[in-house]
């Protein structure tokens, strides 16, 4: 019985089976030209249907809305692998079923032509606060000491990042608005959203050479962010979600800031953006006295936390 045990094939036994001399040489194959082989295939064959997808699109462009052109070309980008479609991510209050879109088509804010003609009166005001700017000018990001080190930590009480506030959380700083009486005008003809303690806020967003606001997202979907660019040295730019766009001197745009963005300064000399918020314009005339309801109610109760 014990020959006969012995004798047992060795796979019988628990070994494996002798591999094949072509099962070796397979296993010898280097991997990476192969896998670079494949990944040049798919690359190709991704390059072909996007090409094919828009070529076969292209003829539709001029019939279709500004919103219909953004949507469908980051659908046919997201469908090849092209670009990521981000969430909003809200660290406040969340408005539902609101557009999750990364910029707000123009057609939804008729005054930004208007502001936009102010440019080189806001641009000069700001430029003579600058230059003795006192209290005015601080830094944007402000974190309590002791407070753990996080992706702000870097920009922490540094001017890197600077803002001079026209608007704070619903109240005015009535010093820079006095400085800043064009500023002041273009911003009260604006139809922004008015919510004691909390709206409008509106600042010259400064940021200096080789300077990089990192990714983040913001507080509430229920409002639009509004960029004019004042000042725009090359190497500047601007990404929400897939997007990323260039700032052009004159060129207000808006975008959801709950959904991930960053901006950076690459260049030697200083940016400045003036910056303030509106209404989330797919928001209802009664939606927005809803809110405003909501929060005059939560904040009389004492409990809501500010802001």
Request: hydrophobic share 40%.
């Amino acid at each position: 019985m014990r020959r006969a045990a012995n004798s047992a094939p060795r796979s019988a036994r628990g070994a494996p089976p002798p591999r094949s001399a072509a099962s070796s040489i397979r296993c010898r194959l280097p991997l990476a030209p192969l896998l670079a082989q494949g990944r040049a295939f798919v690359a190709g064959a991704t390059d072909t249907l996007f090409d094919a997808a828009t070529a076969a699109l292209t003829p539709m462009r001029g019939s279709m809305s500004e919103t219909e052109v953004r949507r469908g070309e980051a659908f046919v980008a997201s469908a090849l692998g092209r670009r990521a479609i981000y969430r909003n991510e809200c660290a406040g209050s969340y408005y539902p079923f609101l557009p999750a879109d990364e910029f707000f088509d123009r057609h939804h804010f008729p005054w930004m032509a208007k502001i936009e003609a102010r440019t080189d009166a806001i641009r000069a005001e700001l430029t003579a606060l600058l230059d003795d700017p006192g209290e005015a000018l601080r830094p944007y990001v402000r974190m309590e000491a002791g407070s753990p080190d996080t992706i702000w930590t870097p920009l922490d009480n540094k001017l890197d990042w600077g803002a001079c506030f026209l608007w704070e959380y619903g109240e005015p700083n009535q010093a820079v608005l006095d400085c800043c009486p064009a500023t002041a005008a273009a911003l009260a003809e604006v139809p922004g959203a008015h919510i004691p303690g909390r709206a409008p806020s509106a600042f010259f967003s400064l940021l200096r050479p080789h300077t990089r606001i990192p990714p983040h997202t913001g507080v509430t979907n229920t409002r639009a962010i509004v960029h004019l660019p004042l000042i725009v040295p090359p190497g500047c730019g601007f990404r929400v979600g897939g997007e990323t766009r260039m700032w052009e001197e004159g060129k207000a745009f808006a975008f959801d800031d709950t959904i991930e963005h960053e901006a950076w300064n690459d260049s030697g000399e200083l940016r400045a953006v003036l910056i303030f918020d509106v209404w989330n314009p797919h928001l209802s005339p009664r939606e927005q006295q809803l809110l405003t309801r909501y929060f005059a109610a939560a904040d009389a109760t004492g409990f809501a936390i500010p802001r």
